[in-house]
């Protein structure tokens, strides 16, 4: 789904809406007890101010857009729907805690949680046949039904119990009279970890989800949330607290402005330094290039990249037997955290990415504190009334080449790796190279095929979003636009590196 | 001779991040008998969304009228009214 939407642009209204009650708050030390203040009041106005009476309303009445927009706040301010204990609490409330944890605490993982009230309780994914079947004389659907499950009986019918959901039938009726229903967070899911309870509502199973957040993408009901780290962000530069930030070179390709107006903009933020992680990505280019060299000169066989944090989720919990094949370099952003924590021993480090499931490596490295994506420093911007166009632009430290900057396209990983290889050995760095684009339903299963040997490879790059990173599930531009930006990014930097 | 069609996308931060990102691909959606004559340019924070009573972002500028709210589909409606406004008005 384009990433500029109705539905996005909710959200990302929304977000200004929290961005602005955390920015406005005193920087004092937190209260010892959770009360709801004063100060948190306006947290309970904004799902009438957005829904105001006479409005027109998104679903039925305001009065359910309302009691969405509120449960929509409480992930925005990092709180899971599924631990709700108590219907009335106030949002002031949950505005009052979200800021006693930024003290400390952490917003908890899973951090994918489900609206069940905004969750439309899709019918039950299946093959339907309509009114268009004419019942014609050389049934088709019949005779391609693999399971013998459709019976002709003035209009043909399918028996559930036997449908495989294979959809033959589908593409065998010369009338397109069988239509497939889909549920859309259940067909993203690659990893079948979303499904309906016995209230025909989703409830995500965690024990196998990986945090790609394709359901929450492509939920057209925006059902699925992230738990926001935004607020503890907030709340802590409010404080004064020493924090830094390192973005991604996905974030790079999101604006139009350049380095230095990034860096500007996060210092105007409050952040004492900013990163790029693309000067983390050539530091894991280089070191899977010399894994890579060890492993082709072993004869070890394939090496998998290790950068995407789905991937190595589905790794951990779906295909463990490719666990050995998957590089130990750590991720740029892990490399780039140990940057900022060399300079500044003390501060806080506050990734800042396109993804999901890197709040998940990052609540397990234990390197860097917080993670907020491309979505939520759109709103931080905003509700504080930084411009890019017009901030003063301040440095960015540790600057990275084009090989670092490409990671988060398609292809770009390999092509660094291969890059840093070519300078290791001082060959050509010849590699089969091979690429799992997104990993949907068929990603995973062509990485099975990787993963039985029955396809090959010396270097397999695996991007769980299709196109890259740019692609990612928490964006604010579409990944055509990020990618033309990332092409004349990395031609900038090519030219200053020959210069 | 046809009058040109000047469009001005606000690239301010705040329209940006509301989906202005996308608008400044308006050529691509404009019905083909329209793109040779629109005029397209991205600019800094136009400042429309500013005061009480804004309209929401984000902001567009066809000749002198105001889109709030711009999508593609808006701005592509205000354009053909434009053309059809200035054609209109031309001598046959």
Redesign the interface.
Same mark, same amino acid.
């Given at each position: 789904m384009?990433p500029?939407n109705d539905a #996005? %642009?909710l959200r %990302? %209204?929304l977000l200004e809406e929290v961005a602005k009650v955390f920015a406005g708050l005193p920087g004092t030390a937190a209260p010892s007890e959770a009360t709801a203040a004063p100060e948190y009041a306006g947290m309970d106005r904004i799902p009438v101010q957005l829904f105001p009476r006479g409005q027109k309303s998104v679903r039925c009445c305001i009065y359910r857009d309302r009691a969405i927009v509120r449960y929509r706040l409480m992930a925005q301010m990092g709180f899971g729907i599924e631990d709700e204990t108590d219907e009335a609490r106030l949002l002031a409330e949950y505005a009052a805690r979200a800021r006693a944890r930024a003290a400390g605490g952490k917003v908890e993982g899973p951090f994918l949680t489900v609206l069940d009230e905004a969750c439309n309780s899709c019918l039950r994914a299946r093959y339907l046949v309509t009114n268009l079947c004419q019942a014609c004389l050389a049934r088709p659907c019949m005779r391609n039904c693999p399971k013998r499950a459709i019976e002709v009986d003035r209009r043909a019918a399918i028996d559930e119990e036997k449908c495989v959901s294979c959809g033959l039938c589908m593409q065998a009726c010369p009338y397109h009279a069988i239509v497939k229903l889909a549920v859309p967070c259940e067909e993203a899911c690659p990893v079948d970890a979303i499904s309906k309870d016995e209230s025909g509502k989703e409830r995500i199973d965690y024990a196998k989800c990986v945090h790609c957040g394709r359901c929450m993408v492509e939920c057209p009901f925006s059902a699925v949330m992230e738990k926001s780290q935004m607020a503890d962000v907030l709340v802590n530069l409010a404080a004064g607290k020493e924090m830094v930030a390192i973005f991604a070179p996905a974030i790079a390709a999101q604006?139009?402005e350049g380095l230095g107006a990034i860096g500007g903009?996060l210092a105007a933020l409050g952040f004492a330094d900013s990163y790029e992680v693309a000067a983390g990505a050539e530091i894991t280019a280089r070191r899977e290039a010399e894994e890579l060299a060890k492993r082709m000169a072993s004869g070890e066989g394939m090496m998998t990249t290790s950068c995407c944090p789905a991937y190595y989720e589905v790794v951990r919990k779906h295909l463990p037997e490719l666990a050995p094949r998957v590089s130990a370099t750590l991720s740029p952003m892990r490399y780039t955290a140990e940057l900022a924590k060399r300079d500044r021993p003390g501060a806080l480090v506050v990734f800042v990415g396109p993804c999901v499931a890197k709040k998940k490596e990052a609540a397990d490295s234990g390197l860097v504190d917080y993670v907020i994506n491309a979505?939520e420093l759109?709103?931080m =911007?905003?509700a504080k009334g930084?411009? !890019?166009? #017009?901030v003063a632009p301040a440095p960015v430290k540790d600057l990275a080449g084009p090989d670092g900057r490409g990671f988060p396209a398609a292809g770009g990983v390999a092509n660094a790796v291969r890059s840093k290889l070519s300078a290791l050995t001082g060959g050509p760095g010849d590699c089969r190279s091979e690429g799992v684009n997104g990993l949907d339903k068929k990603g995973v299963a062509r990485l099975k095929l990787f993963a039985q040997g029955k396809l090959q490879a010396d270097l397999l790059e695996v991007m769980a979003c299709e196109g890259g990173c740019i692609a990612g599930p928490a964006i =604010?531009? #579409?990944p055509k !636009?990020a990618a033309s930006r990332l092409s004349a990014i990395l031609e900038d930097s090519g030219r200053a590196r020959g210069q | 001779m046809v009058e040109r069609i000047h469009v001005t996308v606000c690239? *301010?931060?705040?329209c940006?991040?509301? *989906?202005g990102?996308?608008l400044l691909?308006l050529v691509e959606a404009l019905p083909p008998e329209l793109r040779a004559r629109v005029d397209i340019d *991205?600019a800094?924070?136009l400042g429309l969304c500013k005061g009480p009573g804004a309209g929401p972002r984000p902001f567009a500028r066809v000749d002198g009228g105001i889109v709030p709210g711009a999508t593609l589909d808006a701005l592509v409606d205000a354009v053909v009214a434009r053309a059809a406004a200035l054609d209109g008005g031309l001598p046959q």
């Open positions: 384009n500029n #996005s %642009r %990302r %209204r604006f139009t903009a979505e759109g709103a =911007l905003v930084v411009d !890019l166009g #017009s =604010l531009v #579409s !636009l | 690239c *301010g931060t705040a940006y991040v509301l *989906g990102s996308e691909s *991205g800094p924070c």
